[in-house]
């Protein structure tokens, strides 16, 4: 298995794409992804793949996503906006574009008009060539519709969000059949609390995460979705030693999936 991190995991713009690139080589990172409306990604992708980096993911917008649910012209715009990071992905030859279906705590219901739009993306991507790749986020009820009505799209399980958002609730027995991708960080698991810490510097049991991996039978990178500014932790930590700790956070995570698996 290889192991992956989140690109700009350091900072938007606080070191240059080569910089970050040899930091990925350097510690064994053979795999990043992308936001898809990244400015630069017609030129950092190529960088990647030129270095030997799979981009093995893209991550849709996901600002004002609830509106996908409304009966309203806006829910169009929105959707646009998802298909437009389809259309990214299959200009790059990336595989998976992973997609919010809501946010907050008080995310609209499931709706008609949410299920047309997002079959319309799970569609469009199938003719691209693209798996759509649903996140867990707050609401169970919204992911247990899109992977019953949407047999040809996949889950990326966050586990921080996992445990900062779900109120306990458990998403890998439920949907680890259909795990295409990952999200790995480290929070304190209270309420809102999403960190994006390096795992093993906060409180998630990752001994548990490792089982539910190896149980899916996922095969995939263990990628990490760090944000060094979001807990405050990393302020005065190098980009060396910052991408030195994660690398070998991501390994020790790998490793307990594989002993687990072999047993």
């Known amino acids: 298995m290889k192991i992956g991190i989140s690109w700009d995991a350091y900072g938007k713009n606080e070191i240059k794409p080569e910089?970050?690139?040899?930091?990925?080589?350097?510690?064994?990172?053979?795999?990043?992804?992308?936001?898809?409306?990244?400015?630069?990604?017609?030129?950092?992708?190529?960088?990647?793949?030129?270095?030997?980096?799979?981009?093995?993911t893209c991550h849709a917008p996901f600002k004002g996503i609830n509106r996908i649910w409304s009966d309203l012209?806006?829910?169009?715009?929105?959707?646009?906006?998802?298909?437009?990071?389809?259309?990214?992905?299959?200009?790059?030859?990336?595989?998976?574009?992973?997609?919010?279906?809501?946010?907050?705590?008080?995310?609209?219901?499931?709706?008609?008009?949410?299920?047309?739009?997002?079959k319309k993306l799970v569609d469009y991507a199938c003719e691209n060539r693209v798996k759509i790749a649903f996140e867990n986020q707050r609401k169970l009820a919204n992911l247990a519709f899109a992977m019953e009505e949407f047999p040809g799209a996949g889950f990326c399980w966050d586990v921080g969000h996992e445990a900062c958002f779900a109120y306990g609730r458990r998403f890998m027995p439920l949907f680890g059949s259909r795990l295409v991708a990952l999200h790995i960080h480290d929070n304190f698991g209270k309420h809102e609390g999403d960190m994006h810490m390096i795992p093993f510097d906060?409180?998630?049991?990752?001994?548990?995460?490792?089982?539910?991996?190896?149980?899916?039978?996922?095969?995939?990178?263990?990628?990490?979705?760090?944000?060094?500014?979001?807990?405050?932790?990393?302020?005065n930590v190098s980009a060396d030693e910052y991408y030195s700790r994660a690398a070998a956070a991501a390994k020790r995570i790998r490793d307990k999936i594989i002993e687990k698996r072999n047993r």
Do not use: W
């Open 19 to 56: 910089e970050q690139i040899e930091l990925l080589e350097k510690y064994g990172f053979g795999a990043t992804f992308i936001d898809s409306d990244n400015g630069d990604i017609d030129t950092i992708v190529p960088l990647l793949k030129e270095a030997g980096i799979s981009v093995d």
């Open 73 to 118: 012209p806006e829910g169009d715009d929105t959707l646009k906006m998802l298909t437009e990071s389809v259309d990214v992905c299959a200009r790059h030859s990336i595989p998976v574009a992973v997609v919010h279906l809501s946010s907050g705590d008080n995310a609209p219901r499931i709706s008609d008009a949410g299920y047309y739009r997002f």
């Open 202 to 235: 906060a409180g998630l049991d990752f001994d548990t995460a490792a089982q539910y991996i190896a149980e899916s039978g996922f095969e995939g990178t263990v990628m990490l979705e760090l944000m060094r500014h979001t807990s405050g932790y990393y302020e």
